[in-house]
């Protein structure tokens, strides 16, 4: 096998991690790989002796093998709920509300911004809220008042038009990443944490957390989320302190291989691709949710999911099998 490692150096920052892991799988199996955008790697073909495939970062998909129906379908969080709901699948339920009174004539009632607050009481002013089409856990965060979601959708209908308000829900929460029902690996999914280097406080180091957050373009972590007490407590060099909330990998979050051990969750995930109509995805669940060890919820699936952790776990073989797999729905190899 091909050595990683040599794809990605000399490649800047911005270099999208699916062209790495595209020119990695290309060499290895014997296709071409073209960068068509000057070397930076968010447009590029791949191509066998007979056809060839366009790829391109931003929002655009890495799997032709999901089809666009079902793969918009799964990006909006709502809709994807709704879909799982009527195939009998548990999901965190929540409901959407629109941020802008753009196109308001063509929905329905009971979405505007004045609505989401009702919604939020009926939560007893508690709720996990998140936008309906976002991603990398980008504005997905724990709301405890009134103020803090009014200030919070503020900040959002600067970035995106509509939010997803949910029950708070806890569990051990897993990924689950599956090509045509075959489940290629399952992880943990922890939250990010800060590092103590015997000098910052804790309010010092989740500012530059939060800086290297908005250089990705995410949102910051809230400070609410970290107790006010703990702010000036300097941690000793190494020793770490978790951030609740957000565990994407972008997000600074962590993942390690692990299995549920709820065979539930691993066929929960299985139905919730299957009614989704997609070949290619992975499924984010609670196990053990709200202290009900045999409960599963669906959180959300995602159809273009990132597979850096495959890369940081040193599973190239892995990259190569969901590469193949793509390349092979395409009629490259």
């Keep these: 096998m091909l050595n990683l490692k040599k794809f990605r150096e000399g490649k800047p920052d911005y270099y999208p991690d699916q062209a790495v892991y595209a020119a990695f799988a290309s060499a290895e199996f014997g296709l071409l790989f073209e960068d068509l955008d000057g070397g930076t790697g968010l447009l590029f073909r791949v191509s066998s002796k007979t056809r060839s495939m366009h790829f391109g970062g931003g929002r655009c998909s890495w799997y032709p093998q999901n089809n666009a129906t079902a793969a918009t379908l799964a990006s909006d969080k ?19 509300f629109f941020l802008r009174v753009r196109l308001r004539a063509l929905r329905p009632e009971g979405h505007e911004r004045e609505d989401a607050l009702a919604y939020f009481h009926k939560l007893n002013s508690h709720a996990f809220v998140k936008p309906l089409t976002g991603s990398r856990g980008d504005f997905a965060q724990a709301i ?8 919070y959708l503020l900040r959002v209908a600067e970035h995106y038009d509509a939010v997803l308000i949910q029950p708070l829900a806890t569990g051990l929460e897993y990924r689950i990443f599956l090509l045509d029902g075959e489940i290629v690996y399952s992880a943990r999914k922890l939250p990010p944490t800060l590092v103590g280097d015997g ?43 978790e951030i609740p909330g957000r565990t994407n990998l972008s997000a600074g979050g962590r993942m390690a291989f692990e299995t549920p051990a709820s065979v539930a969750a691993l066929a929960m995930a299985k139905r919730a691709v299957q009614a989704l109509g997609l070949r290619a995805a992975a499924v984010d669940l609670f196990v053990d949710a709200d202290g009900d060890k045999e409960a599963v919820r669906i959180i959300e699936v995602n159809s273009n999911p990132s597979i850096r952790l495959l890369e940081d776990l040193h599973r190239p073989d892995l990259i190569l099998k969901i590469w193949r797999h793509t390349f092979d729905a395409v009629g490259l190899v």
């Design 78 to 96: 709502y809709f994807a709920n709704r879909i799982f709901q009527r195939a009998g699948i548990p999901t965190l339920g929540g409901e959407y």
């Design 144 to 151: 405890h008042s009134e103020a803090a979601l009014d200030n």
């Design 199 to 241: 000098t910052r406080g804790v309010r010092d180091l989740l500012a530059a957390h939060n800086a290297l957050l908005k250089e990705k373009g995410l949102s910051p972590i809230d400070p609410a989320a970290i107790s006010e007490a703990s702010f000036d407590i300097v941690l000793p060099p190494g020793e770490t302190s």
